[in-house]
């Protein structure tokens, strides 16, 4: 309607062409990854990893921190949870800009193909991030920007299609739905 198209005349093509997503497509070679059970939330001993490690370790690819515990770093320390396994070949793509939940829904569908024949995963991740100066997150509350501005929720899909969904908000923000 008319809404639409006063809209229209005031943003230039310009800038509309620039809220359109950018996409960043990046292979990792020899990626330790956590072993995970989809029935085991928590982990075990020797068996698998809980949800904690594996977002902290999820963190830590996303921000390519290095897993291998070399005592010469002066960024991090971390290494891989135990136990671990070292993926030959691991697929990471970003997408930066406002994206709407059918579209998120598309992509986790694209995404359950790699469960398929010749790819054959065990598990993959799609994490969907807030900004972090964002005016509100879950339900109609404000976000508090305060420290982090966490704001993010996180699917693991496994081969069998169960799945996990973490949530994180900042502490000052409600929590989700």
């Not at 950018?22 to 020899?30: A, H, N, P, W």
């Not at 990471?92 to 010749?118: A, D, H, S, V």
């Not at 169960?162 to 900042?170: I, N, P, R, S, T």
């Amino acid at each position: 309607g008319a809404e639409g198209s006063t809209l229209m005349s005031y943003f230039s093509k310009n800038q509309i062409q620039a809220l359109k997503p950018k996409i960043t497509f990046s292979t990792l070679r020899d990626l330790q990854c956590p072993v995970l059970q989809s029935n085991d939330l928590q982990g075990k001993p020797e068996e698998s990893c809980s949800t904690e490690e594996l977002l902290e370790w999820l963190g830590a690819v996303l921000n390519q921190v290095s897993l291998d515990n070399k005592s010469s770093s002066f960024l991090s320390t971390y290494c891989c949870p135990e136990p671990n396994t070292v993926v030959e070949k691991a697929f990471l793509c970003t997408i930066t800009g406002f994206i709407i939940p059918e579209k998120i829904i598309q992509l986790l569908e694209q995404l359950c193909c790699y469960f398929g024949e010749p790819k054959l995963a065990h598990w993959l991740t799609l994490t969907v991030h807030g900004f972090a100066d964002s005016p509100v997150s879950w339900r109609e509350s404000e976000h508090g920007f305060h420290k982090g501005g966490e704001n993010l929720y996180n699917f693991v899909i496994f081969r069998n299609l169960d799945y996990w969904l973490q949530m994180a908000v900042g502490a000052h923000d409600d929590c989700p739905p």
